[in-house]
């Protein structure tokens, strides 16, 4: 008897002995029953865990997701994850889950063990990878950065809102795209808009044709008609917001050969002559008549040598690159545009922006004065003895005053001065035959008119056309 209990302490010490051993060299697994992602790693160490995950984003990383914006209308390619930036992080993945040690081992293969089912994210990391390649699709996308435009085509207003610059939210991209690998398989690009210098709301208070004026030339001058055209197109659909300003020369741009313009008939210090752009100067005074009577602020205008004939005394409005300019102001409280239609032998201008009910606009003029400048002889040895030729058939010198005139429901609110245009013109210049025997000229004269004029102002400087 003490023969078999000394033997049944022995085998339990030796068992127990075992076990302890066995413990200490049991490797830990995860605990049953559970899913990282759709791959089942329950009862797997954290290696092999690793290596199954491993064996899944092989195939997985090849899928291509569908890229959607709710800020893009045009359709995105597909990408794969790892164009998008991002990889498995397999560590990370298997570092989330529960282990199981040898005592909760060997309890579960002794009782049987009843595990509730545990689902655990995927881990991803950014691989560091370029987005160049995303950026650029979503550039294209979107399109580039353009301004707010309006235009007025068959009777209606058409606006384009704005396209601002954009940044791509690289920390919310990798969410995303586990997300979409998570899910239905789309990627929601996070992008992050630029604020619009006209917000779409204030795009949206441009409703009416608050002011119109259109001018007239002859269809068959394709030289000067095609300056009329490319000149009016730039300003086309220009946006104002309230207190901004557009600048005539600063809009057109410099009129070049290489741009397309051509030499055309032009007005020079009162004389006819021919040169790039001509015809330009209708332009500027078809948009000053439009903004006059949409009762805008007129910042910058100058005045011809010599009036116009497409526009009454008093209502031009000359330009010349890097000297003279128009420049218009809104003044307003909502946004306006100037928009621009072009047809054979006739360019008009219209204002966009709010109407104000009963509000009319009237422009006039007084104190209109003439005086004729005579004319001036000069030698030409090029024509005979006594033979005399016309070489520019002058003009007379007007002086008017123009009043612009606000009613609001007929009744006159506002009388402004717009100022005092001065057309100093020039005198009639005849050149006379030099030849040996013609009388030699005394000097260059200048006849005096019939009436006499009444004077402009001497402190006024002539203006060129």
Known sequence: MKKLLLGLLLFLGAGGIGLTVTAARFVPTIRPNTQIGIVPVGGLTKEEAAKKLRI??????????????????????????????????????????????????????????????????????????????IQKIIREAIGAVRPAKVTYAGGSIVREPEVTSFQLDTEKLSAAVVAGMSGDGKVEIPITEAPKHVPNEELDKITDVVGEYSTKFPAYQSSRNTNIRLASAKLNGHVLMPGEQISFNGTVGRRTIQDGYRLAPVLKNGKHDTGIGGGICQVSTTLYNASLLADLKIVKRNNHSIPSVYVPVGRDATVDYGSLDLVIENNQQVPVAVCSSYEDGKITFRILGQKVAGKSVKITT???????????????????????????????????????????????????????????????????????SAAKPSGSTVAPPADPPQAPDPTIPPIGG
């Open 56 to 133: 899944w984003w092989d195939s997985a990383r090849l899928i291509e997701l569908e890229l959607v914006s709710s800020q893009i209308r045009n359709p995105l390619p597909k990408m794969t994850p790892g164009r998008l930036g991002i990889s498995l992080d397999d560590a990370a993945s298997v570092d989330q889950c529960e282990m199981s040690d040898f005592w909760a081992a060997a309890q579960s293969t002794v009782t049987g063990g009843d595990y509730e089912k545990k689902v655990l994210e995927v881990k991803f990391k950014s691989v560091g990878a370029s987005l160049d390649p």
């Open 366 to 436: 007084d104190g209109h004065s003439a005086w004729g400048n005579g004319v001036k002889t000069v030698v030409d040895r090029s024509l005979p003895p006594g033979a005399r030729k016309v070489v520019e058939k002058g003009s007379s010198g007007h002086a008017i005053m123009t009043y612009r005139i606000v009613y609001e429901n007929g009744v006159e609110v506002r009388r402004e001065v717009l100022g005092r245009s001065i057309y100093r013109g020039s005198p009639r210049i005849i050149a006379v035959g030099g030849g040996r």
